[in-house]
């Protein structure tokens, strides 16, 4: 029925709030008022979501489940700077350069990140080579500097080395690109 809460379970101690097969294309306002600030753990696996803007109302979220989901290239998040966690398993994620572009900028923190099952993540499952999978990582480590673990395997000194030597160092946000475009159309500022 229209307006009624969806099914969820939350944890007080763990601040873990469950939203899973809700069949949910949002978080309902009745929830985000009564969670939204002291929500740690947010678990929305296998929902509608494609639109994320819902989660800015999260923003002490660490760990954010959104396996199952419409989540493609092009969906942005919204800035939630204590991020650590991110599972994005059996998505729809195709552009891995539009998609991290995305995602850098709102997810600064990023220290774990699952992509399986999504076309963009190349790998066993979806008939990707190891070569296309060793890629993958490559250039999803050059764009993401705090990562420690992508999809199941941790990130290697020997693996960071190789995506700075492969992509450069991509590490810039919103801010330094807009300073620097501040820069070359001012120059210089001096006090």
């Not at 969906?75 to 995305?102: D, Y």
């Not at 992508?150 to 160092?169: F, H, M, N, P, T």
């Amino acid at each position: 029925m229209a307006g009624e809460k969806p099914q969820y379970t939350y944890d007080p101690r763990s601040r873990r709030l469950s939203l899973a097969f809700c069949n949910l294309t949002l978080i309902p306002s009745s929830i985000v008022v009564e969670f939204g600030l002291s929500i740690e753990e947010l678990d929305l696996t296998y929902n509608n979501f494609s639109e994320l803007h819902c989660l800015r109302s999260f923003p002490n979220v660490g760990t954010l489940v959104l396996d199952g989901n419409r989540i493609s290239s092009h969906t942005k998040f919204p800035v939630l700077p204590n991020l650590r966690g991110l599972s994005l398993n059996q998505n729809q994620i195709s552009n891995l350069a539009v998609f991290l572009e995305n995602l850098v900028d709102g997810c600064p923190n990023l220290r774990f990140l699952s992509m399986m099952k999504n076309e963009a993540a190349p790998s066993y499952f979806n008939g990707g080579s190891f070569d296309q999978y060793q890629d993958y990582r490559y250039f999803v480590i050059s764009r993401l500097p705090k990562l420690q673990v992508l999809d199941d395997k941790e990130v290697s000194k020997e693996e960071r080395a190789e995506a700075e030597r492969l992509y450069g160092i991509t590490f810039n946000t919103n801010k330094e690109k807009k300073e620097k475009r501040r820069k070359s159309v001012l120059g210089p500022v001096s006090l």
